[in-house]
T-cell receptor
Framework: GAGVSQSPRYKVAKRGQDVALRCDPISGHVSLFWYQQALGQGPEFLTYFQNEAQLDKSGLPSDRFFAERPEGSVSTLKIQRTQQEDSAVYLC???????????FGPGTRLTVT | GNSVTQMEGPVTLSEEAFLTINCTYTATGYPSLFWYVQYPGEGLQLLLKATKADDKGSNKGFEATYRKETTSFHLEKGSVQVSDSAVYFCALSVFAGANSKLTFGKGITLSVRP
C-alpha cells in the first residue's frame, strides 16, 4: 500500500523566502509527526497532530515555523523568512494511533542559500 | 529530559563480522526503545523495538535487549552482510498523554565491505 509521501523532495530557498512543505500520511492514520534532521544528526521532534488538533508544538524552534493539518489528513509545515540554520531534512511520520509504530516519509531536503 | 547516546562512528566491518552498536538512554518515565535504519536513498524504517525491561527485539538477524539496570539497548548481529550498510539510529519514546514522540540518537554509519 502507499506509504507516507512528502513534497517537494528537494527545496532550495533564498534567505528570507517563505517555504511550505507537504506531508501526505498513510490513509486513516490519526497521528502525524514532524521532525527536523540536521546534517550528521538524528531527527529532532518539531510538532505532533492527533487528527486536526496540534497537541504538541514544543519542538518548533521559533515562531517562524508553523504547521497545520486542517482536515486531519494532509499536513503542511511552513517556514517564514527562512534562515541558513533552517537548512535540514524535514521528516514527516504517521501512525495509526498514538503509541503505534511511526512510518516515515522520505523527507524534504531544504537548503537555504 | 529524555536523551539517547550512541557510540561514535563510522563503523567499517568485513562481511560476516560480528556487530555491536552501543546505545544508552536517559528518560523520565518508562520508555519504549527502538532501532531505526536508513538505507542509502531511503527513508527511516523501524528495525526492531522493545517495550519493557528484559524484552528482546529482533529482526533480520539483528537483536537488542532492553536493559533497565544499565539503561542500555545495544544492537547486535552475529554476521553482517554488505546489504546491512546503512545508518542506524537508536530512539526512545515515553508515552506522555497523547504524544509518543521519538527522541533519537545521532546515528551511526555502518559500512560492510565484501
Amino acid at each position: 500500500g502507499a506509504g507516507v509521501s512528502q513534497s517537494p523532495r528537494y527545496k532550495v530557498a533564498k534567505r528570507g523566502q517563505d517555504v511550505a512543505l507537504r506531508c501526505d500520511p498513510i490513509s486513516g492514520h490519526v497521528s502525524l509527526f514532524w521532525y527536523q534532521q540536521a546534517l550528521g544528526q538524528g531527527p529532532e521532534f518539531l510538532t505532533y497532530f492527533q487528527n486536526e488538533a496540534q497537541l504538541d508544538k514544543s519542538g518548533l524552534p521559533s515562531d517562524r515555523f508553523f504547521a497545520e493539518r486542517p482536515e486531519g489528513s494532509v499536513s503542511t509545515l511552513k517556514i517564514q523568512r527562512t534562515q541558513q540554520e533552517d537548512s535540514a531534512v524535514y521528516l514527516c511520520a504517521s501512525s495509526l494511533l498514538t503509541g503505534n509504530e511511526q512510518y516515515f516519509g522520505p523527507g524534504t531536503r531544504l537548503t537555504v542559500t | 529530559g529524555n536523551s539517547v547516546t550512541q557510540m561514535e562512528g563510522p563503523v567499517t566491518l568485513s562481511e560476516e563480522a560480528f556487530l555491536t552498536i552501543n546505545c544508552t538512554y536517559t528518560a523520565t518515565g518508562y520508555p519504549s526503545l527502538f532501532w531505526y535504519v536508513q538505507y542509502p536513498g531511503e527513508g527511516l524504517q523501524l528495525l526492531l523495538k522493545a517495550t519493557k525491561a528484559d524484552d528482546k527485539g529482533s529482526n533480520k538477524g539483528f537483536e537488542a535487549t532492553y536493559r533497565k539496570e544499565t539503561t542500555s539497548f545495544h544492537l547486535e548481529k552475529g554476521s553482517v552482510q554488505v546489504s546491512d550498510s546503512a545508518v542506524y539510529f537508536c530512539a526512545l519514546s515515553v508515552f506522555a498523554g497523547a504524544n509518543s514522540k521519538l527522541t533519537f540518537g545521532k546515528g551511526i554509519t555502518l559500512s560492510v565491505r565484501p
